[in-house]
């Protein structure tokens, strides 16, 4: 089972998506279960915060300007398949940024609440180690992700986006 934390520090989140906590939770649950189907007790943190917040993390972690939808932070420095394991495995935090999410939505034509479960769903992929950098790994993350969020009752994003060219 994984304990999935929720921080709000964006009251936009709050107004704009009722249930944001229990859709994260869901999304992040439904990822992790994707990305590693015999995983035993671990928890995620998530922040859902606003373009500013999201801004200084990024330039401070990762050296780039501006914000970004979502930003993951890996923590899995524990051998996971360790079955003595005691306390929950600590799998990373995930970050996601309001105003940046609500445009893309926008943009898109998709409803704010399944792209913020995409976002939670690729964030907790990445604290799994999966990557989208070449085009195999984005071909099985892109998997996972749909996978994840057909479980959610979402549409797989990225046939949307081939049926949309």
Known sequence: MIAVEVAVPCAAWKRALPGHAAL?????RAAARRASPGLGAAEVSLVLADDRFVAGLNRAWRRKRGATNV???PCRAGDARHPARREPEL???VVVAYETVAREAGR???PLADHFAHLV???VLHLFGHDHVKD???RVMQGLE???LAELGIDDPYQRAENAS
């Open 24 to 28: 994260a939770r869901r999304a992040a």
């Open 71 to 73: 930003l993951s932070f």
């Open 91 to 93: 799998l990373g935090d």
């Open 108 to 110: 898109s034509g998709l």
């Open 121 to 123: 769903v690729h964030g």
């Open 136 to 138: 195999a790994e984005a």
């Open 146 to 148: 749909a996978a994840a």
